[in-house]
């Protein structure tokens, strides 16, 4: 019964996930949200991890054959990142716009910056 339970805890977040994704009006059961969370739980165990996360569920809509499902959340997740990126690179310069001379934080996210090392001879 205790297995069973800590298979079922992130119902309510992955339910939150799926309906951040639907129009207002659009209603998932709570069997549906079970069933995917069952799936995406299952691939956390056997990768010994205790956090279902957004990948998780994708990857459990795609292993279930709901590919459409799937694309939305896949869609869901990209913008969702590109707008925590956007949002920490804003914290960060104004962080520094602030005037703390004490301590010197870059402007761009590390990421994208490039790096060549070149062999002098």
Request: glycine fraction near 4%; include cysteine; proline fraction near 4%.
């Amino acid at each position: 019964m205790g297995d069973e339970q800590d298979r079922l805890l992130p119902i309510a977040n992955v339910g939150r996930i799926m309906k951040q994704i639907l129009p207002p009006a659009a209603k998932v059961s709570k069997e549906f949200i079970s069933f995917v969370t069952c799936e995406a739980s299952d691939r956390c165990h056997k990768e010994n991890r205790k956090t279902v996360n957004g990948d998780d569920v994708y990857w459990a809509l795609c292993s279930l054959g709901l590919d459409n499902h799937a694309e939305a959340t896949g869609k869901y997740l990209h913008k969702y990142r590109e707008f925590e990126r956007e949002r920490a690179l804003q914290n960060k310069a104004s962080t520094v716009t602030q005037g703390n001379s004490e301590e010197c934080r870059p402007t761009t996210d590390p990421s994208s910056l490039e790096i060549t090392v070149m062999d002098r001879k």
